[in-house]
T-cell receptor
Framework: NAGVTQTPKFQVLKTGQSMTLQCAQD?????MSWYRQDPGMGLRLIHYSVGAGITDQGEVPNGYNVSRSTTEDFPLRLLSAAPSQTSVYFC???????????FGPGTRLTVL | AQSVAQPEDQVNVAEGNPLTVKCTYS??????LFWYVQYPNRGLQFLLK??????LVKGSYGFEAEFNKSQTSFHLKKPSALVSDSALYFC?????????????FGTGTLLAVQP
């Protein structure tokens, strides 16, 4: 199993550009989520999904969109990048109940 | 507001000495509790979790954590630290109610083990 994969690893954008961060998992997990990690703030939940076709907002959803057309994939879209979105983004997945989440390796995004 | 606190930004310990990384939480009900570790430029890795039962939970790499309901704490411990344990450690909670697996994370504690 590859686990949770994320692409790209690094990305530099200019203010106003849009892009999609890709996330895929091969563990047949129902639950997937996106976090951003900023110094001194831990991980904050952006959006999450409890299954294909079902998504919901987390703690910091503004400026981001998600969709979940398949169990495996959960892309995160930045609509119009802003410098405040400079961060490291992690995708995670888990089974139901009290199972731990599995994290991808992260995408380091810089917005100039 | 529901929250997780890791009161120490950094913990320094000498190799071979015991270590403790503190975590307290303020959430409704009795949550599930987790510890994760992050090595430089890597994603988070699961260490251990408390669901129910024995208050002392054993996890990966010789780590253990003690759940204290009255103090709403879940401190991470290891009897003898290794230099390779140096990393960023996160405590997280998940509410028992609801159908989601949403985690609330602490801000992280950097563990530095000196040789």
């Amino acid at each position: 199993n590859a686990g949770v994969t994320q692409t790209p690893k690094f990305q530099v954008l200019k203010t106003g550009q849009s892009m999609t961060l890709q996330c895929a998992q091969d563990m047949n997990h129902e639950y997937m989520s996106w976090y951003r990690q900023d110094p001194g703030m831990g991980l904050r939940l952006i959006h999450y999904s409890v299954g294909a076709g079902i998504t919901d907002q987390g703690e910091v959803p503004n400026g981001y969109n998600v969709s979940r057309s398949t169990t495996e994939d959960f892309p995160l879209r930045l609509l119009s990048a802003a410098p405040s979105q400079t961060s490291v983004y992690f995708c995670a997945s888990s089974g139901t109940g009290y199972n731990e989440q599995f994290f991808g390796p992260g995408t380091r995004l810089t917005v100039l | 507001a529901q929250s997780v606190a890791q009161p120490e930004d950094q913990v320094n310990v000498a190799e071979g000495n015991p270590l403790t990384v503190k975590c307290t939480y303020s959430v409704s009900g009795n949550p599930y509790l987790f510890w994760y570790v992050q090595y430089p430029n890597r994603g988070l890795q699961f260490l251990l979790k408390y669901i129910t039962g024995d208050n002392l939970v054993k996890g990966s790499y010789g780590f253990e954590a003690e759940f204290n309901k009255s103090q709403t704490s879940f401190h991470l411990k290891k009897p003898s630290a290794l230099v390779s344990d140096s990393a960023l450690y996160f405590c997280a909670v998940r509410l028992r109610s609801g159908a989601t697996n949403k985690l609330i994370f602490g801000t992280g504690t950097l563990l530095a083990v000196q040789p």
